[in-house]
């Protein structure tokens, strides 16, 4: 690890951003429903890949 880096992330390759489309996306803990929920380090957006509720699209 480098001098500079305080925090290690992986970062996903397979899930882009809702918003801006980045794929500079990392895991942030789950929700009440054990649903896991992301975080885009672009836009600083937090999202859940599958929404239950139709009104969250």
Not at 1 to 21: E, G
Not at 42 to 56: D, G, L, M, W
Request: charged share 25%; proline share 2%; aromatic share 12%.
């Amino acid at each position: 690890m480098s001098k500079n880096a305080t925090l290690c992330f992986k970062v996903s390759d397979t899930i882009n951003c809702p918003k801006c489309k980045e794929k500079k996306v990392i895991k942030n803990g789950r929700t009440k429903n054990n649903k896991q929920q992301y975080y885009c380090k672009t836009c600083c957006h937090r999202f859940i890949e599958n929404y239950s509720y139709q009104a969250y699209n």
